[in-house]
């Protein structure tokens, strides 16, 4: 995501309480926030871009959704 720098740390402060995100970050270039979102499916997803992350400080947004998952880590039951 785009946020202007005097926004970012408001932003990312309202974002972590975000149930649907694991994970927010702030970064350098283009884009100086990331955040991980666990959605159910591309509706949800929708859902959660289009209404919960519509954020007027939020200039522009890029997202890459992951299909499927290869290999996660896991707890090893005995």
Request: proline residues 3%.
């Amino acid at each position: 995501m785009a946020v202007a720098p005097a926004h970012l740390e408001r932003v990312a402060t309202e974002l972590a309480t975000h149930r649907e995100l694991a994970v927010v970050a702030a970064t350098t270039g283009r884009t100086n926030l990331m955040a991980h979102a666990l959605c159910t499916d591309t509706e949800d997803l929708h859902h959660y871009l289009t209404r919960r992350l519509a954020i007027d400080a939020i200039t522009a947004i890029e997202t890459a959704p992951v299909l499927r998952t290869l290999k996660t880590v896991a707890t090893l039951r005995s």
